[in-house]
T-cell receptor, first 112, second 119 residues
Framework: QKEVEQDPGPLSVPEGAIVSLNCTYS??????FMWYRQYSRKGPELLMY????GNKEDGRFTAQVDKSSKYISLFIRDSQPSDSATYLC????????????FGGGTRLMVKP | GAGVSQTPSNKVTEKGKYVELRCDPI?????LYWYRQSLGQGPEFLIY????????DSGLPNDRFFAVRPEGSVSTLKIQRTERGDSAVYLC?????????????????FGSGTRLTVV
């Protein structure tokens, strides 16, 4: 079983919908949690960065971390066709230094 | 440069050949990482450099894979005796680091990757 699990999708929603993307993980040492967006044939681009449990909001994006449940979420409000991409969660522990462990990614399609 | 640059963007090679993939990180970023991303999967860690030295090479799959960063800037990932299973997108990333070499409080900046196809 992988350390970080993510539903691969695809997830198809109409424009303007609220999107919920999720990851579960097994390593309780993970303390830093990130969401990346990856367009086709491009490298991942950092969207959100959170430390430990709690919520963080940035424009239309909200990241939530629940360490007790080993569950993280990314919410996208007022989704746009330009949000269509693969969303990757990533996490790391302090002891692992700088190595990130990624989920497999969820492919999102926002239809006009 | 403004971002992380990787060359070539695409590489097709025959099984058994040797390949080199180049990464030019963001100027001033002391940390450099190589990841490999197979189709439909998330990136998997290969190796991390802090300056010129490999601080963590635990992700290299076997001794056919080797990476260098001789002057603490550009890095080259080298794959010997390529196999069809090596086909993937090889991603390079760089970041600033804080005290004790630990990544500062932001994520990596990735390049667009080199798509390697072994036929």
């Amino acid at each position: 079983q992988k350390e970080v699990e993510q539903d691969p999708g695809p997830l198809s929603v109409p424009e303007g919908a609220i999107v919920s993307l999720n990851c579960t993980y097994s390593n309780s040492a993970f303390q830093y949690f990130m969401w990346y967006r990856q367009y086709s044939r491009k490298g991942p681009e950092l969207l959100m960065y959170t430390y430990s449990s709690g919520n963080k909001e940035d424009g239309r994006f909200t990241a939530q971390v629940d360490k007790s449940s080993k569950y993280i979420s990314l919410f996208i409000r007022d989704s746009q066709p330009s949000d269509s991409a693969t969303y990757l969660c990533a996490m790391r522990s302090y002891s692992a230094g700088n190595m990130l462990t990624f989920g497999g990614g969820t492919r999102l399609m926002v239809k006009p | 440069g403004a971002g992380v640059s990787q060359t070539p963007s695409n590489k097709v090679t025959e099984k058994g050949k040797y390949v080199e993939l180049r990464c030019d990180p963001i100027s001033g970023h002391t940390a450099l990482y190589w990841y490999r991303q197979s189709l439909g999967q998330g990136p998997e860690f290969l190796i991390y450099f802090q300056g010129t030295g490999a601080a963590d090479d635990s992700g290299l799959p076997n001794d056919r894979f080797f990476a260098v960063r001789p002057e603490g800037s550009v890095s080259t990932l080298k794959i010997q005796r390529t196999e069809r299973g090596d086909s993937a997108v090889y991603l390079c990333a760089s970041s600033l680091t804080g005290p004790q070499g630990i990544q500062a409080n932001y994520g990596y900046t990735f390049g667009s990757g080199t798509r390697l196809t072994v036929v």
